[in-house]
C-alpha cells in the first residue's frame, strides 16, 4: 500500500501525516530534554498516577503543529482530552509516556503520536528524545527504528523467551488477578522485565528485545502507536480472551506471534 493512497478532503496524504507527527515528536523531545532533571511541578493525577509541567508543554507543541497543518481533524491527548471533530482523521497523542520514570530521571520514557482513520491507527511514531530511537510505521509498509525496517523475534519457545509487562494505576485494587498472571509469566519464560514505558514495550517487541507484553487498563495514547508499529513488524496483538485488539480495549497482549497461544494460557 502506498502512503499516498489514504487522501481526503483537504488533499493531504500519509506522506505529510508522517513528516508532521515525526516533526511534532521531535519537538516534543525538545520540551522533554529541557525539563528533564529540571522539574519544579510534579502533581498527582492519582495515588501513583503523576502528571509534570513537561507533560503539559510537550502536549501543547505537539497540539500546535498538528491543528497548523491539519485544523479540521480531531485529536486525543492525554492531559487536555479531546478536541471534537467531525472527520474520521484523528490523533492520539501520549506527550510523555512514563512520566514516572521521567520525572525520576529514569531515561526510558517516550512521545506517543498515532493518526488514526475511522479509528484504525495507519500512522504511529514513538520517539525516546534521550536515547534519540525512533520507531516508526505507515500501515502497509513496515517499520523502523532509526530509518532502519524492523521484524518481531523468531523465537518459538515461550522457555525461551523474554516477557515485558507493566502494572496499572489502580493496581491496589487488583492485585491478586494481577500478581497471579505476573507469577504465572515468571514461572513460564526466560525472564520477565517492568520498564514503565506501554509504547516503548510495543516497540521492543516490534525490534525484537521482548518476545511478549501483555498489560491491562491502558488507555488509547498509550498504545495506538505502538500497536501499529509491532503489528507492522509482524506482531499479533488480541486481547486476554485471545480476540483482535483495539487501542480502546483494556487488556493487551502483543508477541511475535510463534509464543501467542503460550502466553495467553498464562494469562
Same mark, same amino acid.
Given at each position: ?93 501520549? *506527550? ?19 493518526? !488514526? ?11 525516546? *528524545? ?61 525472564? !520477565? ?50 480476540? *483482535? ?23
Amino acid at each position: 500500500m502506498e502512503a499516498n493512497s489514504f487522501t481526503n478532503e483537504d488533499n493531504f496524504n500519509l506522506d505529510k501525516v508522517y513528516q508532521v507527527a515525526i516533526a511534532s515528536a521531535y519537538q516534543a523531545g525538545k520540551v522533554l530534554s529541557q525539563y528533564y532533571g529540571q522539574l519544579k511541578h510534579v502533581e498527582k493525577k492519582g495515588a501513583i498516577d503523576l502528571v509534570t509541567e513537561a507533560d503539559v508543554e510537550s502536549e501543547k507543541v505537539v497540539k500546535s503543529i498538528i491543528q497548523s497543518q491539519f485544523p479540521k481533524h480531531g485529536i486525543v491527548a492525554e492531559e487536555s482530552g479531546i478536541t471534537t471533530s467531525q472527520t474520521p482523521y484523528e490523533w492520539i497523542i501520549d *506527550p510523555l509516556d512514563g512520566t514516572t520514570n521521567y520525572a525520576h530521571q529514569i531515561p526510558i520514557f517516550a512521545v506517543s503520536i498515532a493518526f !488514526v482513520i475511522d479509528k484504525q491507527p495507519v500512522v504511529g511514531i514513538v520517539f525516546n *528524545p534521550v536515547a534519540q530511537d525512533l520507531f516508526t510505521a505507515i500501515k502497509g509498509q513496515g517499520a523502523t527504528h532509526n530509518g532502519q525496517r524492523i521484524r518481531v523475534s523468531q523465537t518459538r519457545e515461550l522457555s525461551e523467551s523474554v516477557l515485558v509487562t507493566g502494572f496499572p494505576y489502580n493496581l491496589r485494587e487488583i492485585i491478586d488477578d494481577l500478581m497471579t498472571r505476573f507469577s504465572n509469566c515468571l514461572q513460564s519464560a526466560q525472564a !520477565v522485565r517492568r520498564l514503565g514505558a506501554a509504547a516503548l514495550d510495543l516497540c521492543f517487541i516490534a525490534s525484537g528485545q521482548f518476545e511478549g507484553f501483555w498489560e491491562q487498563n491502558l488507555k488509547p495514547w498509550d498504545t495506538a502507536a505502538g500497536m501499529l508499529i509491532a503489528q507492522e513488524a509482524g506482531a499479533h496483538i488480541t486481547n486476554f480472551s485471545n480476540e *483482535p485488539y483495539h487501542y480502546e480495549m483494556s487488556e493487551i497482549v502483543a508477541t511475535n506471534r510463534h509464543i501467542h497461544q503460550d502466553l495467553i494460557r498464562c494469562l
